[in-house]
């Protein structure tokens, strides 16, 4: 690896010796530069937990809510400006803009090192410096990976020791030669100036100026000014996502945005589903889903990224590199996604939800109707006629993956994977479900998802945005060349490769309602998917897919006419030939780049609508 030796910001490759005196070197250097009042290694045991928990809420940083209505659990609020990721200040500082691709903000690695320098010098006096050994997956398996974070926060630490797996195992990993990626976040607050001149903290520290830097060839993070979710904890989108997908893309492996289930059928057959759907847009919900469908079950793997490997046997394995959730409250309820909500009722760190009159929290999903009096998550009065969200639209729950009572018992093996499965949020044109017909069409099917924005993305809530594999703000080199690499991967698995689907639960009618009814009647959807997976019914021919026989969908007691079902598979041709305009202005992004099989794709995708629009009555052709 190469480093710039006029800069001070390290990487762990850089320092001579074993690799244990080279973590020792990088956490020195690491403080040398940032200058913190003192450096604690941590663990994760329940002690240390104890000891920051009581620490922060002495200094007010953390609300301790009522230990009968919500045992072990407090609340945090965070700055009213950081809420959410800064995606227009996260950077991809590979060695050249090509290998970034149009979808990453660049800087030249060795102008963004000098930058970061100035801003990390000093910016941890008065403060503790948290040196965080963390573990991706089961310490040891086979796709597993190890990393370290530093950081002044201790609410960052608390939230790690939840969402990955701390201990001493690590440290021994890395002491035997295990590689690790090197994470450094600082809130950009310090306590105390250069000239010893001291000031107060406050209950949520960050800066105005912020960075989310990775540099994917020395596999480093470095994350200035926000103290929030992805921007601060850095094993989760930054590591496990963009550092990690480059070394998928090196290695012959993927690190994806997708959430892990096992779907079993009342035959007792398990099927594995990877599923990728933008941040809010019903992953979790999914993950933990309660089949509406007797004689069906959901067991948990994971809700949020996977990490896939193809395996000696020829199909595609995967893991659930996290050990946590890091859960969108708002919409979370008994309704929509009960396990959820079993999950989170103790050992539970919430930010940015209201407080209750009686130390409970509340946001809105949580019940039908609102409290009269709450606490928002500014800390001000409210009640249900102030007019605001009680609670952050991005407002967040973070606890330990073992608290999720649907969470399969082999939750550390990795499991070959049946069906992928594309979403986002669509309320026009595009189908409740369709299958690819090839892998190549999959990928395509992938690489050209749209969404309409979410709050946990900048920009305008409901307007369409491309999410391409759900990895829009997260793949960590060029879009171009990882759509090639799952191309790559497929041809490497042949007759093993998993099944590919669309799916989109927000179709709506002329008035604006959903067709579907979503959340646990997903499971049709599910059964459908498997009965294709194992070759149980046939598909019906579409331009844009295989689509299901209406017949063959389960939709006993469900309140749905016949017009609806119609309307949920409906493919207009004009509509889609628009939409193939659009999407070949996106590919055209790419410079030439995209896949030459995504040319062909296209165009039998118009073809087959042209013939469509032309005879609209042709009956569809089952396969």
Same mark, same amino acid.
Not at 65 to 78: F, I, K, M, Q
């Given at each position: 690896?190469?480093?710039?030796?006029?800069? &001070?910001?390290?990487?762990?490759?850089?320092?001579?010796?074993?690799?244990?005196?080279?973590?020792?070197?990088?956490?020195?250097?690491?403080?040398?530069?940032?200058?913190?009042?003192?450096?604690?290694?941590?663990?994760?045991?329940?002690?240390?937990?104890?000891? =920051?928990?009581?620490?922060?809420?002495?200094?007010? +940083?953390?609300?301790?809510?009522?230990?009968?209505?919500?045992?072990?659990?407090?609340?945090?609020?965070?700055?009213?400006?950081?809420?959410?990721?800064?995606?227009?200040?996260?950077? &991809?500082?590979?060695?050249?803009?090509?290998?970034?691709?149009?979808?990453?903000?660049?800087?030249?690695?060795?102008?963004?090192?000098?930058?970061?320098?100035?801003?990390? %010098?000093?910016?941890?006096?008065?403060?503790?410096?948290?040196?965080?050994?963390?573990?991706?997956?089961?310490?040891?398996?086979?796709?597993?990976?190890?990393?370290?974070?530093? &950081?002044?926060?201790?609410?960052?630490?608390?939230?790690?020791? +939840?969402?990955?797996?701390?201990?001493?195992?690590?440290?021994?990993?890395?002491?035997?030669?295990?590689?690790?990626?090197? &994470?450094?976040?600082?809130?950009?607050?310090?306590?105390?100036?250069?000239?010893?001149?001291?000031?107060?903290?406050?209950?949520?520290?960050?800066?105005?100026?912020?960075?989310?830097?990775?540099?994917?060839?020395?596999?480093?993070?470095?994350?200035?000014?926000?103290?929030?979710?992805?921007?601060?904890?850095?094993?989760?989108?930054?590591?496990?996502?963009?550092?990690?997908?480059?070394?998928?893309?090196?290695?012959?492996? =993927?690190?994806?945005?997708?959430?892990?289930?096992?779907?079993?059928?009342?035959?007792?057959?398990?099927?594995?589903?990877?599923?990728?759907?933008?941040?809010?847009?019903? +992953?979790?919900? =999914?993950?933990?889903?309660?089949?509406?469908?007797?004689?069906?079950?959901?067991?948990?793997?994971?809700?949020?990224?996977?990490?896939?490997?193809?395996?000696?046997?020829?199909?595609?394995?995967?893991?659930?590199?996290?050990?946590?959730?890091?859960?969108?409250?708002?919409?979370?309820?008994?309704?929509?996604?009960?396990?959820?909500?079993?999950?989170?009722?103790?050992?539970?760190?919430?930010?940015?939800? %209201?407080?209750?009159?009686?130390?409970?929290?509340? $946001?809105?999903?949580?019940?039908?109707?609102?409290?009269?009096?709450?606490?928002? $998550?500014?800390?001000?009065?409210?009640?249900?006629?102030?007019?605001?969200?009680?609670?952050?639209?991005?407002?967040?729950?973070?606890? %330990?993956?073992?608290?999720?009572?649907?969470?399969? #018992?082999?939750?550390?093996?990795?499991?070959?994977?049946?069906?992928?499965?594309?979403?986002?949020?669509?309320?026009?044109?595009?189908?409740?479900?369709?299958?690819?017909?090839?892998?190549?069409?999959?990928?395509?099917?992938?690489?050209?998802?749209?969404?309409?924005?979410?709050?946990?993305?900048?920009?305008?809530?409901?307007?369409?945005?491309?999410?391409?594999?759900?990895?829009?703000?997260?793949?960590?080199?060029?879009?171009?060349?990882?759509?090639?690499? $799952?191309?790559?991967?497929?041809?490497?698995?042949?007759?093993? #490769?998993?099944?590919?689907?669309?799916?989109?639960?927000?179709? +709506?009618?002329?008035?604006?309602?959903?067709?579907?009814?979503?959340?646990?009647?997903?499971?049709?959807?599910?059964?459908?998917?498997?009965?294709?997976?194992?070759?149980?019914?046939?598909?019906?021919?579409?331009?844009?897919?295989?689509?299901?026989?209406?017949?063959?969908?389960?939709?006993?007691?469900?309140?749905?006419?016949?017009?609806?079902?119609? %309307? =949920?598979?409906?493919?207009?041709?004009?509509?889609?030939?628009?939409?193939?305009?659009?999407?070949?202005?996106?590919?055209?992004?790419?410079?030439?780049?995209?896949?030459?099989?995504?040319?062909?794709?296209?165009?039998?995708?118009?073809?087959?609508?042209?013939?469509?629009? #032309?005879?609209?009555?042709?009956?569809?052709?089952?396969?």
């Amino acid at each position: 690896m190469i480093t710039n030796p006029n800069h &001070t910001t390290p990487a762990p490759a850089t320092v001579p010796g074993s690799p244990r005196v080279a973590l020792e070197a990088w956490v020195a250097r690491v403080a040398s530069l940032t200058c913190p009042d003192a450096v604690v290694r941590c663990d994760g045991s329940p002690d240390e937990t104890a000891r =920051l928990t009581q620490q922060l809420v002495d200094e007010g +940083k953390l609300i301790a809510l009522d230990p009968e209505r919500r045992p072990n659990s407090y609340l945090a609020r965070s700055a009213p400006d950081d809420v959410a990721r800064v995606e227009g200040r996260t950077f &991809t500082c590979s060695r050249t803009p090509e290998d970034a691709g149009p979808t990453n903000l660049w800087r030249d690695p060795d102008a963004m090192r000098a930058e970061l320098d100035d801003l990390f %010098a000093g910016s941890m006096r008065g403060r503790t410096m948290y040196v965080v050994p963390f573990s991706m997956g089961p310490v040891g398996g086979p796709i597993s990976q190890l990393g370290v974070e530093v &950081t002044d926060s201790a609410y960052v630490v608390l939230s790690m020791g +939840k969402t990955t797996r701390l201990g001493p195992e690590v440290l021994r990993a890395i002491g035997a030669g295990v590689p690790w990626v090197a &994470t450094v976040h600082s809130v950009g607050m310090p306590l105390r100036d250069a000239a010893g001149t001291e000031r107060s903290d406050v209950a949520w520290p960050c800066a105005e100026t912020r960075y989310i830097v990775q540099f994917p060839e020395t596999r480093e993070v470095w994350s200035y000014g926000s103290g929030y979710g992805g921007n601060a904890l850095l094993a989760k989108k930054c590591f496990a996502l963009r550092i990690a997908s480059v070394m998928g893309r090196d290695e012959g492996w =993927l690190a994806e945005h997708m959430l892990l289930i096992r779907l079993t059928s009342p035959e007792g057959r398990a099927f594995h589903v990877a599923a990728a759907f933008p941040s809010a847009c019903g +992953k979790t919900n =999914l993950a933990m889903l309660q089949p509406a469908l007797p004689g069906w079950s959901v067991e948990t793997i994971g809700d949020d990224i996977a990490w896939l490997r193809p395996g000696s046997d020829g199909r595609l394995h995967a893991i659930n590199p996290e050990a946590g959730l890091f859960g969108v409250a708002p919409g979370t309820g008994a309704d929509t996604n009960p396990v959820a909500v079993e999950t989170i009722a103790a050992d539970t760190i919430f930010t940015n939800v %209201a407080l209750t009159d009686d130390g409970d929290v509340w $946001w809105e999903g949580l019940t039908p109707e609102p409290p009269a009096h709450l606490v928002d $998550w500014t800390g001000a009065d409210w009640t249900p006629a102030s007019g605001t969200p009680a609670a952050h639209p991005n407002a967040r729950f973070t606890v %330990a993956l073992d608290r999720c009572p649907s969470l399969a #018992a082999d939750v550390d093996a990795s499991v070959p994977i049946d069906a992928v499965v594309f979403g986002g949020r669509r309320s026009t044109n595009v189908p409740l479900v369709a299958q690819a017909p090839t892998w190549a069409e999959g990928v395509f099917m992938g690489a050209t998802v749209s969404s309409e924005r979410t709050a946990a993305a900048e920009g305008t809530v409901g307007e369409l945005r491309r999410d391409p594999f759900a990895m829009l703000p997260f793949c960590g080199y060029d879009m171009a060349e990882h759509w090639s690499h $799952w191309l790559d991967i497929g041809e490497q698995l042949g007759a093993g #490769a998993p099944a590919v689907f669309q799916v989109n639960w927000f179709r +709506k009618d002329q008035d604006g309602s959903f067709l579907w009814p979503g959340f646990r009647e997903n499971a049709r959807v599910l059964e459908w998917i498997a009965r294709r997976v194992e070759g149980a019914v046939p598909a019906v021919e579409s331009p844009v897919g295989l689509l299901p026989d209406v017949a063959d969908l389960d939709v006993r007691g469900l309140a749905i006419s016949d017009a609806q079902l119609d %309307a =949920l598979f409906a493919v207009d041709p004009d509509s889609w030939l628009e939409e193939c305009r659009r999407t070949e202005e996106f590919l055209d992004e790419f410079g030439g780049r995209s896949p030459a099989v995504f040319t062909a794709v296209l165009d039998e995708r118009r073809a087959a609508l042209h013939a469509a629009a #032309a005879a609209p009555a042709r009956t569809p052709q089952v396969v």
